[in-house]
Structure formats: C-alpha cells, structure tokens
C-alpha cells in the first residue's frame, strides 16, 4: 500500500482515516474491553453508505485485515485487529420510527440507548440486551438476549430486514422476500456475511415497565437457584428475570448497609398488567428472607441503562459462556464454591432465561440453535485494575471449567472469546452446515473473519 494509494483512498471517503502518529490513535483504537490491546494500520470513521462501500473494495484489494466496529463491545474484542482496517461505524447512528407500522429503522452505528430514546417517545421498545451501551449491530447479529427475551422473543426473532454491503462491494437487502438465504444467515450467524448498515425492527408496546433487583444473602444461594429453577419456567412471559451472583455496588439506590456485600438475585422487568404486579411478585417477596427488594415501576430506558454506570468502557473483561438446559444440584453446588470466590465487585455470573417467546421459533428458521435451552448462562471476570487480569481469568476459567459438564454444549456467541472452531461448531449445532454454505456463497474469500467465524468450503 504506497501513500499514493492511501492517499487516493482517503480522498475518496467523506469520513476520516485515522493512523498511527494521528493525535487521536490511541483513543481511537480502543474498544470496551482494555484487556483487548490491537494496534490497526487505518480506523476509517465513515460517515455514510458509501464509505463502507468504499472500505470494503479497499481492503480486499488491499489483502487487509477487515475488521468491523459498531459499539465495540465484544468480549473477545472482534470490532478490531492488528496490522488491518478497523470500519468504525459509530457516525451512522441516524434512528427513524414508524409509529404505525410499528417498526423502527437504525443505522448501524447506534447504540441500544438510542434505540431507546427513540423508541421510548412513542411508547414502544424492541428487544435487545441489558446494557444500553452495547452496539446495536454486534448484539444483533449475534442473537439479542434481554429483558424481553420471554415476551417479545430474541432480537433476531424482531428484525424485519437489514441493509448489507456484501464482501464485493455491493449493497443488497436481506429481508423474506429479497436476499432469504442471507437474511437466515444474518439472524445469529454474526458479523460474517458483511457490513449491515440499518436494521428495521419490529416494535412493541413497551413503555413503563415494573423492575429491579431481589437480593438474598450468598449463603442463602442454593436455595435461592433451587427455587428460581423451578419458578421462573412457570412463570408468565410478561416476567423476565435474570439470575446473579454479584457485590452489591457502593452506591445510590442501594442501601448503605448492603454496600460492598456479596449476594445472589434476581433482576426482574414485567411487562404486563400493571395492576396485576403484585400478584405477580408476592412469591418472589415471600420466598426466603430477602435483603432488598427493589422492584417499582420505572421507564423501560431507565432499566435498560442501569449498568452502564457499573461497567464503563476500559475494564478489564475476560469471559466464558454456556447454554443450559437444566440446573441439576451438583451444578448450583459448584455455582455457591465459586460464587464464594468472586474476585472483584464487577465480577458476576447471569443466568438469562430464554424460553418463552424465544421457544417459539424453531431451532433452524434461525443460526440462533438452542432454542430447546432454558437459561443463557455467562461467567463474567471484570476489574478496572490491569493487576487483576490473571485472576479474574483463572477465575472465570475455572468456574467455567466445573460448570461445563452440565451444560447443552454451545453458548451464546455474543459472550464467547476466541475459542477455536469446534466451539464455534458446537454453539451452531446443526445450522453450522447451512452456515457455510451462505458464507461461500455471499464471501467465498472469507473477507469477514474477524468474527466468530465461519470458514467457506
């Protein structure tokens, strides 16, 4: 690449290149997790369709490495690379809604805070994850587990159509009718098949949702996920809740006696009748003798960004993941060992129920392939201190490592590091084949790998 040739590129762009030298390197190229450290040769901060257009023919001309940000979230650190070109999409965050059709068209740039705040205006919300932070796209393409999971179904059981520029350079749309093998692909086979641009979402009625935190004492754990195993199958699909071990942060709205201490719960949201919450909820307050229980009725944003505060950008982050089936006692006696052991406040573990609307999608009308699972079970290791890397790898391993076992054999693959192809293999069961087939045919060159990927023939 001779500077005659960047040069000629970058006049080509509306946007901007950014590179080593560049005063703005350094906080360009870091993403969410500081213990991903990459150093790309060009960040290219695209301001429209055809800058990535653009971007596309240019790296694979170029033989560059390709990656694709859009909130830079991803665990494994998948929105960037060394050496390669780094697609931020953080400046196409244009949002529309359609109150009438109920639907919602985002650029893939945007963050689910502003899905949110649009959405919120006209009483309507779709279906995304726990932290408003995140990228729209990387949750997206990857599944979409949430709060709604249980009522509203996953992210990918929501979107409607996505607008794509493929590994040739061209722009296509992925919907039912026009492209229906990609648009298959897209929903949970993730960053793939090429740069999706804007999604059109499905919205629902979701506005003032009744929420928050059930807390119990850590030693009260086993009973607690014994209870929780059996009450949360049953339970309606306007109520979702989230099992966690977790310390209880030193802050608002938390009581001061509670800071600090480690304890397990449940983060709930019902979306249904208000009236009918407390009905709802009387098990839940009368189960066992609870520290806290936080439930009230708040706006849906507000839950959705009530971790963002927990969990910045630049911790350090090292995580594992597991579908599962069922929660057997030998499982939750290896939960309560190493729940013992949390190693840092932000460290946690979550159980994310996905039944519910989620079972109502077949296994292969999507990639998303364990739609027969209960809970979405994920072993977070966080610190803001770098001297805690080792530890709360070793710890999450480990606690990885004894869980496993009684797992349904993948996991989520938003909340999966770089761990090899036959992980990836097993987390698409049997949709991986069909997977291959879509990726040879829309990028036989695997242009796209910087990803949980999925080699072509």
């Known amino acids: 690449m001779t500077p005659d040739t960047l040069a000629q590129f970058s006049t080509a762009l509306r946007g901007r290149v950014v590179q080593a030298g560049d005063a703005d390197y ?28 653009q971007c596309v023919n240019f790296a694979r001309e170029q033989s560059l490495l390709l990656a694709v940000r859009g909130g830079g979230h991803n665990g494994g650190g998948l929105g960037t690379c060394d050496d390669g070109l780094v697609i931020d999409l953080s400046s196409l965050h244009g949002i529309r809604v359609d109150a009438q ?47 709604l999971t249980r009522r509203c179904g996953l992210t990918i059981d929501n979107l409607l159509e996505a607008d794509v520029v493929l590994a040739d350079g061209q722009l296509v749309t992925a919907s039912p009718e026009s492209n229906p093998d ?43 996920m014994r209870w929780y195993r059996d009450f949360m199958p049953q339970a309606p699909d306007e109520l979702n809740g989230f099992f966690a071990f977790l310390t209880v942060p030193p802050a608002d709205p938390f009581p001061p006696a509670l800071h ?46 009530a971790f963002d505060a927990l969990y910045p ?11 599962v089936n069922e929660l057997p006692d030998a499982a939750i006696a290896e939960h309560e060992r190493f729940a013992a052991k949390l190693p840092t406040m932000q460290s946690t573990m979550h159980l994310y129920p996905i039944d519910g609307a989620a079972h109502r999608t077949g296994s292969a009308d999507t990639p998303f392939a364990y739609r027969d699972a209960k809970w979405a079970e994920v072993i977070v290791g966080v610190s803001p201190d770098p001297q805690d890397r080792a530890n709360i790898t070793a ?36 949709n991986y084949a069909r997977l291959v087939q879509v990726k040879g045919q829309y990028d036989p060159d695997n242009l796209f790998r910087v990803n949980q990927n999925i080699r072509p023939a």
Request: charged share 20%; net charge negative; with cysteine.
């Open 182 to 224: 990609l648009y298959w692909a897209l929903r949970g086979g993730g960053g793939n098949f090429g740069v999706v641009t804007s999604f059109l979402f499905r919205l629902h009625p979701v506005s003032t949702v009744v929420a928050g935190p059930t807390f119990w004492p850590l030693e009260a754990a086993g009973e607690v």
């Open 260 to 305: 600090g201490r480690k304890v397990c719960g449940v983060v709930w949201c019902y979306t249904g009748d208000p009236e009918q919450a407390d009905a709802v909820f009387k098990p839940v307050r009368e189960f066992g003798t609870p520290l806290l229980h936080g439930v009230q009725p708040m706006p849906f944003p507000a839950l959705q960004s």
């Open 101 to 147: 059709a109920r639907t919602v068209r985002v650029e893939g740039g945007c963050t689910w805070a502003d899905v949110d705040h649009a959405t919120h205006a006209f009483g309507m919300a779709t279906p995304s994850g726990i932290i408003s932070s995140t990228g729209v796209g990387g949750l997206t393409l990857g599944g979409g587990i949430g709060h």
């Open 26 to 53: 350094e906080a360009s190229r870091q993403v969410y997790n500081a213990m991903i450290d990459r150093y790309p040769k060009l960040i290219v901060q695209v301001r429209d369709v055809a800058d990535v257009m």
């Open 395 to 430: 710890w999450t391993k480990d606690y990885w490592d004894a869980l496993h076992p009684y797992s349904a054999g993948g996991a989520y693959v938003n909340m999966m590091m770089d761990e090899g192809e036959e992980r990836i293999r097993a987390s698409y069961r049997d």
């Open 313 to 323: 950008k630049g911790h350090q982050w090292y995580w594992r993941a597991d579908f």
